[in-house]
């Protein structure tokens, strides 16, 4: 598996042939030394520079790329070139209650509403940056079902698995994987009982399929804080947390933007 770290941005005439390698649904973090970095356009998408963590003479920029992109170099304005490939995820086979793989129309309804509601959170994120601190993961269990699998469920490609599965048993304590602002915590017809945080800057966590929730709309959270008890609700086979990140509005793979950011707080 590729492994990406945090690229510093040279002085631009040391950049003009600079090749940076990032998979589909994951993220890279590009550093700069410029006071005032112009955006960068990657995709469609504007990416703003933001403080560095812990350096205050560093700006960074978290560049996520989309699950769906397929291979493509892309010129990063005179900054070099950054080379998206595809990654090899795999195919898995999940067995659910037909009812929540082929809803009828009333519930088909109901996941468009409660898509357009996620996206419209993703789109208005709070500027202030919550987090201080290394994000951690949260809960401590084994990995189910990884980032990026393409997900058949009985026998049907249905989709791509957009988070990290963890197995836990039904009550298992949920942990806030940083600081930040509930913005979404309630129950929906694929993710179940779910949480949603705000970091700041563009950056939210997810946690899917819970028995219980501890925090509602509008609460803060500190890191490590509980804020709900796994279970089986939604579209599942069976009792885990799912556990998702969406960076500028991109779903990508959370242990991997975890992996990125922390190493920031290296420096």
């Known amino acids: 598996m590729l492994r990406m770290v945090c690229i510093l941005l040279l002085p631009l005439w040391l950049l003009a042939q600079s090749e940076y390698v990032v998979e589909n649904g994951k993220t890279i973090i590009l550093e700069t030394l410029e006071t005032n970095p112009q955006p960068l356009k990657i995709l469609n998408k504007i990416y703003i520079w933001v403080a560095h963590p812990k350096n205050p003479a560093k700006k960074i920029s978290l560049i996520s790329i989309p699950y769906r992109t397929k291979s493509i170099s892309i010129p990063l304005e005179n900054r070099g070139i950054l080379k998206i490939k595809e990654g090899d ?12 793989v082929k809803p009828n129309k009333e519930n088909q309804e109901r996941i468009q509403r409660e898509y357009k509601e996620a996206q419209g959170i993703y789109a208005v994120y709070s500027k202030e940056r919550y987090w201080r601190e290394p994000f951690i993961y949260p809960i401590k269990s084994k990995i189910t079902s990884a980032y990026g699998n393409a997900r058949v469920f009985n026998s049907e490609i249905s989709s791509y698995h957009s988070g990290t599965d963890f197995r836990a048993v039904i009550g298992t304590p949920i942990h806030a994987s940083n600081n930040g602002k509930v913005v979404l915590a309630k129950e929906r017809f694929l993710a179940g009982n779910s949480v949603v945080i705000d970091h700041g800057e563009g950056i939210f966590s997810m ?58 707080f290296e420096d």
């Not at 509602?216 to 089986?232: E, F, M, N, P, Y």
């Open 89 to 100: 995820y795999k195919k898995e086979e999940i067995y659910a209650s037909p009812a929540k």
């Open 207 to 264: 946690y899917y399929h819970c028995s219980v929730l501890k925090v509602k709309a509008g609460d803060r959270v500190k890191k490590g804080d509980l804020i709900a008890l796994s279970g089986d609700s939604g579209r599942v086979s069976g009792p885990h947390l799912h556990f998702g990140f969406s960076v500028q509005g991109v779903q990508i793979d959370p242990l991997d933007f975890i992996s990125q950011v922390n190493i920031l």
